[in-house]
């Protein structure tokens, strides 16, 4: 179901939107039960950021990431032609020192023009306690910011970037609280973070980066690599990314 102008509206002004409901409690808990096989086989050092574009071998990563509910919501936003153009998991464990700095996302895509819209899928629970992720409303309006290194150990961020915030901005961030099964989406150029995961619980949760068929990648991104972007929704009359494989299951 696409999204209600009031939705579209509030997603225009605040820059990201949440909750939205994908899956009901049991699918969600099958989602999780597949996590916990790649978590078992890869081990948790690479499960916390290391398994990116796993959409292209893993089944359920792929029907998460072209599900209607998913899609619909991003259509709402950027329109019937619809890019994947990567996934990966953040998943932080209890009782660690790992966090997100404050960042833009799309600072070190090397897109132009530089848009993309991120879906963020709760696996577990995610709230303030196990680190849930934080968005300044509004933030994404004024466009790239220039982006700093982080002073403190644990940013899970690719170049450890961080953008500086004033204490009133972070005063009025906001916790993005998702059950397992429940999504939020945010601009390319929201001020987000989380905090590190104080709980006993685990909280990971699955992103998946989508942009339209006319944005290309001009530049490598921060590691170096080139997106193998897969259209998963209308038509793409620009080819801008001939390399992507076929998914294969
Ligand atoms: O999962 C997190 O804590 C941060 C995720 C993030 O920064 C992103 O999806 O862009």
Redesign the pocket.
Known sequence: MLLTDQQVKKYANEGFLSPLPVADASVANNWREQFDEIERSEGKEKSQVGLHDRHFDQKFIWEIATSARILDAVESIIGPNVMLLASQF?C?YGQGTKF?AW?Q?VTYWGLEPPEAI?A?CAIDRSDHEN?C?MAIPGSHSNGIHEHGKSETDGN??SINQEVPVTTEDEARSQDIVLEAGEMSL?HGMLV???QPNVSSRRRC?L?MRYTVPSVRQERPNSIGARYRAILVRGTDDHQHYGNSPTPTF
């Open positions: 953040f932080k997100v960042h996302d991120t963020w680190g992720m899970l961020l945010h987000h973070s989380s949760g992103v």
